[in-house]
């Protein structure tokens, strides 16, 4: 009878969990998933990366239910304000230009040098040479105000095989993003002269979505106050701590 009556409550309990997980709002989180690492697609065709792991906690801190999706780097703003997903986490730069159009929660980072990366050897010149750049990106629009030629490109994939192929005489681009492949490539280096544009890395949402806003804001503050965020900062190599 005991045993009977405590695998009743513990059916109880679970249905209780299940419903009351039916209940929580559903979230969906729009990344691109090609910008380690921050975020980027594993080898199980999953989203991943530093991203990936502060959005699911930030989701269970503020008890909502979130999905994932992916979204070509061009158009994730309009997307989302079309409503296509609720929230924007994806390496997004807090800039009064896009704070017009969207709205941003507080920075989960710290602002992150820009660096250049460009063919081992070569004499580049970043003032009067061609930077390459992903497009709509703060890189960009500090380029094309710096007198250098600009040439964008959709992906970050092919800011590099511009600079391989001739086409530009440099990238730049977030230094978490291009160290790696510094260190991994030989024929490519890390230049001295960095770059510190933008406010920090926000999550991005309608302007109309002010409640989820304060929810995520709350959330991000409950990390940096617990030293939860500055741990996934070291374990990403992402920037300084706060």
Request: net charge negative; charged share 25%; with cysteine.
């Amino acid at each position: 009878m005991k045993k009977l009556i405590l695998t009743t409550a513990a059916l109880v309990f679970a249905g209780g969990m299940a419903m009351a997980e039916s209940h929580m709002k559903t979230v969906r989180l729009g990344t691109e998933g090609a910008y380690p690492p921050y975020n980027f697609i594993n080898d199980a065709g999953e989203v991943d990366g530093f991203e990936r792991e502060l959005g699911d906690e930030l989701c269970k801190r503020a008890e909502l239910k979130c999905e994932w999706v992916t979204n070509d780097w061009d158009s994730i703003i309009p997307n989302l304000v079309s409503g296509n997903y609720d929230v924007i986490i994806a390496g997004m730069s807090i800039t009064a230009e896009r704070d017009e159009v969207i709205d941003f929660t507080q920075n989960y980072t710290q602002p992150d040098p820009s660096a250049y990366l460009a063919m081992d050897g070569a004499d580049v010149d970043l003032k009067g040479g061609v930077i390459a750049a992903q497009t709509n990106t703060i890189q960009a629009a500090f380029v094309a105000e710096s007198g250098a030629t600009l040439v964008e490109f959709a992906t970050p994939d092919e800011t590099i095989a511009a600079v391989r192929g001739g086409e530009a005489d440099a990238v730049l681009a977030d230094k978490s993003y291009l160290a790696p492949i510094a260190d991994e490539n030989a024929d490519l280096v890390l230049l001295e002269q960095e770059e510190l544009i933008g406010g920090g890395v926000g999550m991005g949402l309608r302007e109309s979505d002010t409640e989820l806003k304060e929810t995520f804001d709350k959330a991000i503050q409950s990390m940096k106050d617990d030293g939860s965020l500055n741990k996934l900062l070291t374990k990403w190599e992402i920037g300084a701590t706060f």
